[in-house]
T-cell receptor
């Protein structure tokens, strides 16, 4: 089946550091990638939708200057958390798919971000 | 806009017992429905999906779900659970028509299924 690789799986860094998370679709071309955030014991909240070759669409309340998304190719999207602070600590998950509602998204294994 | 409600935050059950995880949704448009499973510190794995046709859909690992349009429900069931089914389960919906929300998933709050020996 389709595989999505997300890297790194865990990051621990100091406050003020910028952190880049990569999401790769390994065996299919993903026209759309989605970035989610999941707080402990809570559901996934969509942060942004990333389409290859165009600017990401951010959900209401998500700071686009804080969470930079790049989708330079059909197999790679990156999320950069700029100047991260402790409140940015969370589990970030990407998914890849086609912008077609009946095609299920395929999820990466997530990145646990801990800001000290 | 869509919303998804999973009625039980935690469901404990003994091994080999049947289980039902409940999901209700609200939407102003027709939707596709999904169930995903998440193991600790991992991403989500698709269990099953309803797109159209038969309202009873079968998925992986012996799970099945039934779409009930009149009750706007999509409950997940398994006749006999195993220890390895212990995980968190998410119900999700996606609009099945065009527009800016096309393809976006809205998730429920999740149900933690704990299977005891």
């Amino acid at each position: 089946g389709a595989v999505v690789s997300q890297h790194p799986s865990r990051v621990i860094c100091k406050s003020g550091t910028s952190v880049k998370i990569e999401c790769r679709s390994l065996d299919f071309q993903a026209t759309t990638m989605f970035w989610y955030r999941q707080f402990p014991k809570q559901s996934l909240m969509l942060m942004a939708t990333s389409n290859e070759g165009s600017k990401a669409t951010y959900e209401q309340g998500v700071e686009k200057d804080k969470f930079l998304i790049n989708h330079a190719s059909l197999t790679l999207s990156t999320l950069t958390v700029t100047s991260a602070h402790p409140e940015d600590s969370s589990f970030y998950i990407c998914s890849a798919g086609r912008r077609v509602g009946n095609q299920p998204q395929h999820f990466g294994d997530g990145t646990r971000l801990s800001i000290l | 806009a869509q919303s998804v409600t999973q009625l039980d935050s935690q469901v404990p059950v003994f091994e080999e017992a049947p289980v039902e995880l409940r999901c209700n949704y609200s939407s102003s448009v027709s939707v596709y429905l999904f169930w995903y499973v998440q193991y600790p510190n991992q991403g989500l794995q698709l269990l099953l999906k309803y797109l159209s046709g038969s309202t009873l859909v079968k998925g992986i690992n012996g799970f099945e779900a039934e779409f009930n349009k009149s009750q706007t429900s999509f409950h997940l069931r398994k006749p006999s659970v195993h220890i390895s089914d212990t995980a968190e389960y998410f119900c999700a919906v996606s609009p099945n028509a065009g527009g800016t929300s096309y393809g976006k998933l809205t998730f429920g709050q999740g149900t933690i299924l704990t299977v005891h020996p």
